[in-house]
């Protein structure tokens, strides 16, 4: 049998290395591990560093006093169905900074007396933690849903606040919403006197911007006042 001609030898060599690259999983440099993929980097999902901030446009604020509750920790107001337009009282107010403290108030045409002092405690990936106080009152002022109640809401003494500030979603221009709950001395009241006392009640703040459907009350709403 005749020698291989060299060319074709150098050639087979050649087909084999490459084999060896493309197909093997060891690589070609006998013994290499197996390439890993790239390690994601660390996502810190605590958020302990979110600071407390709302919106400088005007929030719409309700607060609801509960008749009914399986709770012991928050009772319920008594006299229970007293004020006869309910203890749902819905107004609103602007925030500003105040040192270290987000302090919200009412303006005119709003008559309400109401001054929230909001101060952050934590963050976390649900939300900025807040703890404040409630002084003042306010009177129900005309609402979309709800339209308008003869019903007072009234602090009677030191009420704490304790609430969550929602996360921000990605390009919203409004700013986040706040909600939970006030203990203390509260009192819901009507004009001619009638009124439930409560050691409790929940709110709601959420971005309002003059001019939307709150603001029109020749609008009937969705919910006529008792």
């Known amino acids: 049998m005749s020698p ?3 060319g074709r030898v ?3 060599g050649l087909w084999l290395w490459l084999a060896c690259c493309l197909g093997s999983t060891w690589g070609c440099n006998g013994g290499a591990s197996r390439p890993t993929a790239p390690t994601a980097p660390a996502i810190d999902l605590s958020r302990t560093d979110t600071p407390l901030e709302l919106s400088a446009e005007r929030y719409l604020l ?3 006093g509960n008749d009914l509750s399986d709770d012991p920790a928050l009772p319920p107001c008594s006299p229970i169905l007293v004020p006869r337009g309910g203890k749902f009282v819905t107004t609103f107010i602007w925030f500003r900074w105040e ?3 987000l302090v919200g108030r009412s303006r005119p045409p709003y008559a309400a007396s109401l001054e929230i002092r909001l101060r952050r405690v934590s963050s976390s990936i649900l939300g900025v933690v807040v703890s404040g106080t409630v002084t003042g009152a306010a009177p129900d002022e005309y609402d979309r849903i709800m339209g308008q109640r003869d019903t007072i809401f009234s602090s009677a003494g030191p009420v704490a606040l304790s609430g969550l500030v929602g996360p921000r979603i990605r390009d919203d221009a ?3 919403s706040l909600g939970g709950w006030m203990r203390g001395p509260i009192a819901f009241r009507d004009a001619a006197g009638a009124v439930s006392l409560c050691t409790n009640a929940q709110y709601y703040l959420e971005p309002a911007r003059p001019g939307g459907p709150h603001d029109d009350p020749t609008v ?3 919910v006529p006042a008792r």
Request: hydrophobic share 35%; glycine share 12%; aromatic share 6%.
């Open 62 to 64: 309700q607060l609801i």
């Open 4 to 6: 291989r001609p060299p």
């Open 99 to 101: 040192g270290d403290e």
């Open 174 to 176: 409004l700013g986040p």
């Open 220 to 222: 009937p709403p969705y």
């Open 10 to 12: 150098a050639l087979a």
